[in-house]
């Protein structure tokens, strides 16, 4: 291949990676490539769910087939494109990169999603493997919604939390089938068969769900099922509020990140009165950064300036890269010269940034000229160094 060939190669793939990364300056391709994935994701769940209907499964038989190969071939276009930009994500190490996406979490779900599908082609495989497939691809969401975020780091932070509540919850429904079943086998040993058996009647017992198909007769026994209802809500009522508190705790720590405290600790905010940081705050998004991961690249489209609360990255000047550190900023001089992106920054370690997006730059400095004053300053600084 010639070097006019790689080169276009290369640039191919960095405007591929901006329209698909979630770090760094987005591409304009961004928002459509996520929606074309979105309304695939949506379409093949609808067809799925109206595929269980029988009249429908035959008459629309042509439009779900079509429908489907659609749906998966946006999917396995997506996996396909993600593992080629994936050497992007590590700029030292490309093949760190591409393993790293492969085996991630949601990497494995792309490609569980569409072998089901592909695989049909030549082995005949049960329809219930592509509906799983199918309904798999709503976990893709979690790429696309931030929010969803939130329910993993619940999960995550309250698990020893929950792991109790549910280790109580166990014992309970243990030692409840265990009782009732001594108590109505001799009146009903076809109902209350076994203590499996039982154990389904516990359950929907102490969900407060009462099926019916299962009713103790000896007094003692209702009398216990009584008890074993009232305490099957107190029961379910523990992870919940566990739940609850841990969603309260995740928002608070999330919205802390970006209050005025935290800004008012930047050097470059520290003499701004607390209405003005408070109002510098409301502009900044948090966004977290894995290590050995290119931030911004040379000669891309500026869209936001980045302030580094935590973590070190690397600015890529010659003659000697340049250290960042928390506390110190960068992207400011393309935002501030209205040109493309003049070194590639890297980093080092995760780094926690605020991320100011271009409008709202422009406002900033528009509003508050001694911020512009001292970004310009610091901006001619690093400008003179690389020349």
């Known amino acids: 291949m010639s070097e006019r060939h790689l080169k276009m190669s290369l640039d191919l793939r960095e405007k591929t990676y901006r329209t698909i990364a979630s770090v760094g ?4 391709a961004r928002h459509p490539a996520y929606l074309i994935v979105l309304l695939a994701v949506f379409l093949i769940v609808f067809e799925e769910i109206l595929y269980t209907v029988p009249h429908l499964a035959q008459s629309c038989a042509l439009i779900f087939q079509t429908i489907a190969f659609g749906a998966f071939s946006v999917f396995t276009l997506e996996y396909g494109v993600r593992l080629w930009v994936s050497p992007m994500m590590s700029q030292k190490n490309p093949l760190r990169g591409i393993v790293d996406y492969a085996l991630s979490f949601l990497g494995l779900v792309d490609l569980l999603v569409i072998l089901p599908y592909w695989f049909s082609f030549f082995v005949a495989l049960p329809h219930w493997c592509i509906m799983m497939a199918s309904f798999l691809s709503l976990i893709k969401l979690a790429r696309f919604v931030p929010g969803l975020g939130i329910f993993i780091s619940v999960f995550r932070n309250e698990g020893h939390s929950l792991i109790a509540a549910l280790i109580v919850l166990i014992v309970l429904l243990i030692f409840s089938s265990g009782v009732i079943y001594v108590l109505e086998y001799p009146q009903q040993p076809k109902v209350f068969a076994s203590v499996p058996h039982t154990l389904w009647w516990a359950i929907v017992t102490i969900a407060s769900v009462g099926y019916g ?3 103790p007769l000896t007094p003692i026994a209702r009398i216990l099922a009584g008890f074993l209802m009232l305490l099957g809500i107190a029961v379910f009522a523990v992870p919940a509020g566990i739940l609850a508190t841990g969603f309260a705790k995740e928002l608070r720590k999330r919205e802390f990140l970006v209050t005025w405290k935290t800004v008012s600790r930047m050097p470059l905010f ?3 009165d607390a209405n003005s940081i408070a109002d510098i705050s409301r502009l900044l998004t948090s966004e977290i950064i894995p290590p050995d991961t290119v931030i911004v690249r040379k000669g891309d489209a500026a ?9 070190d990255v690397e600015v890529e000047i010659s003659p000697k890269p ?17 040109v493309e992106r003049t070194a590639t920054v890297t980093s080092l370690t995760e ?12 406002r900033l400095i528009e ?4 911020i512009k004053e001292a970004i310009t300053r610091v901006a001619e600084t690093r400008l003179a160094a690389c020349s």
Do not use: C, W
């Open 25 to 28: 300056d987005p591409s304009l």
């Open 213 to 215: 198909d299962m009713i």
């Open 270 to 272: 520290s003499g701004l």
């Open 303 to 311: 869209q936001a300036m980045f302030f580094i609360l935590e973590g």
């Open 322 to 338: 340049t250290l960042l550190t928390a506390g110190q900023y960068f992207g400011e001089i393309a935002l501030l010269k209205d």
């Open 351 to 362: 780094v926690h940034l605020l991320v100011l997006g271009v409008k709202d730059f422009r």
């Open 367 to 370: 509003e508050n000229p001694q």
